[in-house]
C-alpha cells in the first residue's frame, strides 16, 4: 500500500498541473475555444486544494467530498459535450443524436448502479451514523462509476467514428479526446476493481487513479498548444474517391437527423 507521503506529493503534482493547464490555456487564448475545459480546471484547482488540508477522516472533508462530487459529475458530462461538439461541429445532427443517446444510457446506468446499491443497503441497513456515512459513500461511488463508464464509452465510440470515418480535426481535438477516454477509463477501472477487491485496495487504487489523472493533466499542459489547432489530424488513410464517398453518406445522414429534429 503507498504511503501518505507517495500520494500527497502525487496530488501536489495534479493541483500544479491543474494550475499550468489552466493559465496555458488562458495565455495562449485557447480557453475561447474550450471554454468548457478551462472552466473545469478552474473549478478543479480549488477542488484538488482544499482536501490538501483536511483530514481524510474528518467529518468536515466526508462532507466537502459530498457537497463537491455532483459539481464534478456535472462537469464531467458538460466537458465531454463540449468535446462531442468539436469533433461534430460540422454534423450538428449526429452531435444531437449523440447528445441523446449519451444522457439516455448514463440515465439508465445511474439508475441500475443505484438501484443495486439500495437492494444490498436494505438487505443489511445501517445501524449508525458512521455506516450510513459509507451507505452515502457507497451510492455516490456507483454514481461515479456509472457516469464515469458511460463517457468513457462514448468517448470510445467517437474515436471509433474517428477511425471509419475521414473527419478532419486539428491535433488538439484528438489529443483531447484521446486523453479524456484514457482519463474516465482509469477512473472506472478503478472503482470497479475497488467493488471487487474491498476497502483494503482503496488507498493503493485511489494513488493510482491520482497518478494517471495528473499524468493527463500534464500531457494536456504539454500538448494542447496553439499551433495543434493549426494542424489538422484525418485518421484513416483512404483513397480520395473512398473518402468523398464516405463523407457524402455521413453528410446524408446528418442531413436526415437535421430534418427529423426541426420536425
Known amino acids: 500500500m503507498p504511503g501518505a507521503p507517495l500520494v500527497s506529493y502525487i496530488e501536489w503534482l495534479a493541483l500544479i498541473g491543474s494550475c499550468l493547464t489552466a493559465a496555458k490555456l488562458y495565455r495562449s487564448g485557447l480557453y475561447h475555444r474550450y471554454r468548457v475545459f478551462f472552466a473545469y480546471f478552474l473549478i478543479r484547482v480549488p477542488n484538488a486544494l482544499f482536501p490538501l488540508f483536511l483530514n481524510h477522516k474528518s467529518p468536515a472533508y466526508f462532507r466537502y467530498w459530498v457537497l463537491s462530487e455532483p459539481l464534478v459529475w456535472m462537469f464531467y458530462i458538460w466537458v465531454v459535450l463540449e468535446l462531442c461538439g468539436l469533433v461534430l461541429e460540422r454534423h450538428k445532427g449526429l452531435y444531437t443524436l449523440g447528445k441523446w443517446a449519451m444522457f439516455a444510457g448514463m440515465t439508465v446506468s445511474v439508475a441500475i448502479a443505484l438501484l443495486s446499491v439500495f437492494a444490498k443497503i436494505k438487505a443489511a441497513p445501517p445501524q449508525h451514523s458512521f455506516s450510513q456515512r459509507v451507505s452515502i459513500v457507497g451510492y455516490f461511488y456507483a454514481a461515479d462509476r456509472a457516469i464515469t463508464l458511460c463517457l468513457a464509452v462514448f468517448l470510445l465510440l467517437m474515436l471509433l467514428l ?73 485518421i484513416p488513410h483512404f483513397t480520395p474517391e473512398h473518402e468523398e464517398r464516405i463523407l457524402y453518406h455521413l453528410d446524408s445522414i446528418n442531413t436526415v437527423l437535421l430534418r427529423v429534429a426541426h420536425k
Not at 491535433?171 to 471487487?196: E, P
Open 162 to 234: 474517428l477511425s471509419r470515418y475521414p473527419v478532419a480535426l486539428s491535433r488538439n481535438v484528438v489529443v483531447h479526446t484521446s486523453l479524456y477516454t484514457v482519463f474516465f477509463l482509469s477512473n472506472t477501472l478503478s472503482l470497479i476493481l475497488a467493488t471487487v477487491l474491498g476497502v483494503k485496495s482503496f488507498a493503493s487504487l485511489e494513488a493510482a487513479t491520482t497518478l494517471v489523472s495528473a499524468l493527463c493533466v500534464l500531457a494536456w499542459f504539454v500538448f494542447l498548444t496553439p499551433e495543434g489547432e493549426a494542424v489538422r489530424v484525418n
